[in-house]
T-cell receptor
Framework: DAGVTQSPTHLIKTRGQQVTLRCSPKSGHDTVSWYQQALGQGPQFIFQYYEEEERQRGNFPDRFSGHQFPNYSSELNVNALLLGDSALYLC?????????????FGPGTRLTVL | DAKTTQPPSMDCAEGRAANLPCNHSTISGNEYVYWYRQIHSQGPQYIIHGLKNNETNEMASLIITEDRKSSTLILPHATLRDTAVYYCIVRVAPNYGGSQGNLIFGKGTKLSVKP
């Protein structure tokens, strides 16, 4: 059973460009969350998708957008990249049960903006 | 902002119990305590969670004080592979319908297990 997978592993972009990151959730999971982790900091919540809709959003500008597909996979898009967008981008998937949920994280995509 | 306070770092001898404290004095009645850890260059890994009773699984034990204002994560026999940053997170219980509470990470405790 594959866990959460993310692509690409590493990415280098220049300021002003746009980037798309991809996530495939763990088998059986229906909810995908995205986090941004700057160097030396804990992950920061960007948004969460369930049933192809954005359900919750953290304190991130509209340059950050996402999508969830019918197969539950998800994309994170960032427009007009800034140097400060350089970070590890983590995807987490989960499935809500009566006992709560645990979020399974992927290995992340390391984005460098030059 | 994170609702928890953790020491920035701790050391533990291999084979000994690692006790990681967490303060969450403003926790609400419907909020759970979750623990995750992040080994270098990997995504965070779920460890355990609880509401008010002590919990144990194959990875760790979670001890929550009676007033729920603090908790301790216990790794009973720490190994070198337990070296990681440990995050204590307080969050509301996820609700059906997709309104699952997101995780608010602080800076965590960097646990170093030494031989």
């Amino acid at each position: 059973d594959a866990g959460v997978t993310q692509s690409p592993t590493h990415l280098i972009k220049t300021r002003g460009q746009q980037v798309t990151l991809r996530c495939s959730p763990k088998s059986g999971h229906d909810t995908v969350s995205w986090y941004q982790q700057a160097l030396g900091q804990g992950p920061q919540f960007i948004f969460q998708y369930y049933e192809e809709e954005e359900r919750q959003r953290g304190n991130f500008p509209d340059r950050f957008s996402g999508h969830q597909f019918p197969n539950y996979s998800s994309e994170l898009n960032v427009n007009a990249l800034l140097l400060g967008d350089s970070a590890l981008y983590l995807c987490a998937s989960s499935f809500l049960t009566g006992a709560g949920d645990e979020q399974f994280f992927g290995p992340g995509t390391r984005l460098t903006v030059l | 902002d994170a609702k928890t306070t953790q020491p920035p770092s701790m050391d533990c001898a291999e084979g000994r119990a690692a006790n990681l404290p967490c303060n969450h004095s403003t926790i609400s009645g419907n909020e759970y305590v979750y623990w995750y850890r992040q080994i270098h260059s990997q995504g965070p890994q779920y460890i355990i969670h609880g509401l008010k009773n002590n919990e144990t699984n194959e990875m760790a034990s979670l001890i929550i004080t009676e007033d729920r204002k603090s908790s301790t994560l216990i790794l009973p026999h720490a190994t070198l592979r337990d070296t990681a940053v440990y995050y204590c997170i307080v969050r509301v219980a996820p609700n059906y319908g997709g309104s699952q509470g997101n995780l608010i990470f602080g800076k965590g405790t960097k646990l170093s297990v030494k031989p």
